[in-house]
């Protein structure tokens, strides 16, 4: 397409190149013969490399700066993520228009919600796709999105969509984070049909500054109901909002589009009784507008039952799908990687792993293995570098007061000093009465903390290894290692029963 078309719906007036563009790049070195390149300069100054990317036969650049002299045609716009957006939806043809689209955002159990979302609506026969956390699912074809990467770039979003609509998909379900809201990655919120929200709990103050700011950022999904965006198959717009949630009342007061709450709330519109909450089994009774009917699901962990709920209102209310589709589906959700995930080696005692990895995921993730077992809660855990460090005193914090024993150890400590990262912790941990050598242990390599461990399990105890989850790395320095709890878990079992298993992937910290 030509790049005037492409910038069409900005306004921008005469002067924009009439060149041709065959594909949208944001990584100089990753520039195509034919591509747009966008220098964005929030984060990395992507300015300094326009001689490079001329080199690399770019046609255009797009951005910000007006007195710019480069070696290729630029264009001036007011808001370069803004026109990124709006340049890839128009480069792949705006598949948006073809699909049903449900948005997702919360600082915790998205991923498990998307799932519950995308085997309801199989179930109900729908042909879906689906973008989330841990990668994208496109018919038959399952795609890694990267490290440490929930919402992707525009230009890949809507590459996943258009490929969505060509392979005869009817609906997708993304997950939104805050960060890809407000740099406008992803869909576009008016492209959405349906937007949920699992929870707005502490996390990202180091990016948005107050909560109130990361509040506003998740509150753009469901502001974008309001704004008209053709559709081939229009359905009526619907925000699904959590009413056991503090963001409750201010969500509600920001969309103008048909909302159905959910939740323990004696309020809410979608509500569950008889829970029964078990390892490897969670039970309740789902009652909504119209109807009751039992739901039963391997995703144990009482929280899940906000999940069910959140994916009933979506489906069963807001696309008026079948209950026995909302049954059938959430019922055959196996697992999700790294999320309460259990791993069994023939120990006799529970280990699970799961991504918790903020102050409310890891304190609900500790209630449900409290709920489940009668002997001690053993959990293992860390902080990020270079991410909020309110989180450093809120964990271990909650850890002290919920399990018997926390080992504290390295989560991305990043250009950070680990041991001064497990200081704070250590004193948040004494803050609330934990005693280092008893209550609580600093191993700083996160090999030795999980066989430390599970060394301490006697038979029924849980072992809860919290903060990675399905992630394949940990980031020292600038340097991303191959790493995962999973395998390290089992590799901590196995050395522990003296029975076969992998070896105990290794950091810069093991000795």
């Known amino acids: 397409m030509k790049l005037s078309q492409l910038l069409s719906t900005l306004n921008l007036g005469a002067g924009v190149p009439d060149v041709e563009v065959t594909g949208i790049s944001l990584d100089s ?24 990317v001329a080199a690399r036969g770019a046609v255009a650049v797009v951005g910000e700066r007006s007195d710019v002299q480069a070696p290729l045609p630029h264009v001036t716009v007011p808001d370069a993520r803004l026109a990124l957006a709006e340049v890839a939806a128009a480069f792949y043809g705006y598949p948006a228009r073809d699909l049903t689209l449900l948005g997702i955002t919360g600082t915790d159990g998205k991923t498990t919600t998307s799932n519950f979302m995308y085997q309801i609506l199989r179930a109900a026969g729908l042909q879906t796709g689906m973008v989330s956390t841990v990668n994208a699912q496109i018919g038959d074809e399952v795609l890694d999105t990267g490290f440490h990467v929930t919402t992707p770039e525009a230009f890949d979003t809507q590459r996943y969509l258009r490929q969505m609509v060509d392979g005869g998909l009817t ?11 407000v740099q406008q990655r992803g869909a576009r919120p008016r492209e959405f049909d349906i937007a949920i929200v699992t929870n707005i709990t502490h996390e990202h103050l180091n990016d948005h500054g107050t909560y109130e700011a990361y509040f506003d950022a998740k509150a753009l999904l469901f502001e974008g109901l309001n704004q008209p965006f053709e559709k081939a198959r229009p359905v009526e717009r619907l925000a699904v909002l959590n009413r056991d949630d503090k963001s409750y009342e201010g969500l509600a007061r920001r969309t103008k589009a048909k909302q159905i709450s959910y ?10 009784t008889e829970i029964r909450n078990e390892p490897g089994r969670l039970s309740f009774v789902a009652h909504g507008p119209g109807f009751s009917f039992p739901v039963e699901t391997k995703m144990f962990g009482a929280y899940n039952v906000s999940n069910s709920l959140a994916a009933i209102g979506a489906s069963v209310v807001g696309l008026r799908l079948p209950i026995e589709a909302a049954q059938a589906g959430i019922a055959a959700l196996e697992g999700v990687p790294g999320r309460m995930e259990r791993i069994e080696m023939g120990q006799d005692f529970t280990a699970i792993v799961d991504f918790a990895h903020t102050p409310n995921a890891l304190k609900v993730a500790l ?4 709920q489940f077992t009668s002997g001690r809660v053993i959990t293992v855990f860390g902080s990020a570098g270079l991410r909020d460090k309110a989180k450093r005193r809120m964990m271990p914090e909650h850890a002290a007061e919920l399990a018997d024993v926390s080992v504290l150890t390295a989560e991305d400590p990043r250009t950070e000093s680990l041991d001064e990262i497990l200081a704070e912790m250590a004193r948040a941990a ?62 901590a079992l196995a050395e522990l029963l003296g029975v076969p298993g992998p070896e105990m992937p290794r950091l810069p910290t093991a000795g």
């Open 263 to 272: 939740g323990l709330h004696p309020d809410a519109d979608l509500r569950a």
């Open 367 to 370: 209630e449900s293995a409290r």
């Open 430 to 491: 004494e803050s609330r009465g934990g005693v280092e050598g008893k209550s609580f242990f600093r191993v700083p390599d996160r090999g030795a903390a999980i066989s430390f461990a599970v060394l301490q399990a006697k038979p029924g105890d849980v072992v809860i290894v919290l903060g990675k989850g399905h992630e394949q790395s940990m980031c020292f320095g600038e340097t991303e290692y191959p790493w995962d709890d999973r395998v390290a878990t089992r590799a």
């Open 29 to 52: 070195r990753l520039v195509q013969p034919g591509d747009v390149y966008f220098a964005i300069v929030r984060g990395v100054d992507r300015y300094q490399y326009l001689e490079q």
């Open 171 to 181: 609906h997708a379900i993304l997950e939104m984070t805050s960060i890809g809201l």
